[in-house]
């Protein structure tokens, strides 16, 4: 009898193991798979990070720009009283040049230039410089050099390296060859003949 239940036995342990060997390579894709999907979810927690790390540093850079373009605007309103002073120190009368007011208000006018730049603003160089749209604006043209600025009507200014006025210039064009033979006697007539 101990023999039979001997060959009893073994075919129930092989079905034990046979579902063993089922359940644990049940677990080992269970685990499989919730790896993947915890690798899925890092890679997405990562991604959202970063997404709001750009999201801080362009929120930041719109900040800063929106107030760099509101105190570009305050500067080039106050350019207008810049140039006012400085088309008054053109016209006083050499008489009233050595009046203490007058060297005075010279003080102010520095004072007041000097606070500008060092908020940002620069003076765009325009005289003999080659003409640039970005920086010049043409409002005439003169003899002169080809394409170079002769004479500037109006400062233009830079604010932290944007332009916020441009300069009125006064651009050299050489005479045009029809224009030249024009003003030369005997060529209209050679020409007719």
């Known amino acids: ?5 001997l060959s009893d036995d073994q075919p129930s342990e092989r079905v034990e193991t046979e579902e063993t060997a089922e359940d644990i390579e049940t677990l080992r894709q269970t685990l499989a798979d919730e790896k993947a999907r915890a690798e899925e979810y890092l890679a997405n927690w990562q ?4 997404d ?3 999201y ?3 929120a930041e850079q719109e900040k800063s720009g929106v107030t760099d373009f509101a105190n570009a605007m305050f500067v080039r309103d106050l350019l207008t009283i810049l140039d006012d002073l400085e088309r008054a120190f053109v016209s006083v009368p050499r ?9 005075g208000v010279r003080l102010i006018h520095r004072k007041f230039q000097a606070i500008l730049e060092a908020q940002g603003l620069s003076e765009i160089e325009a005289k003999g410089q080659p003409f640039d749209p970005a920086l010049h604006e043409a409002v005439m043209y003169g ?3 080809e394409g170079i600025v002769i004479d500037e009507v109006q400062k233009g200014y830079k604010f932290k390296n944007r332009v916020i006025r441009p300069s009125l210039v006064v651009v050299g064009k050489r005479k045009g060859e029809k224009e030249a033979e024009a003003e030369q006697p005997g060529k209209e007539d050679e020409a007719a003949k």
Do not use: I, P, S
């Open 95 to 103: 008489q009233l040049m050595g009046l203490t007011w007058v060297d």
């Open 1 to 5: 009898m101990e023999e039979k239940n």
């Open 52 to 54: 709001f790390t750009n």
């Open 56 to 58: 801080k540093r362009r």
């Open 143 to 145: 003899e002169g050099e």
């Open 47 to 50: 991604r959202a990070q970063a």
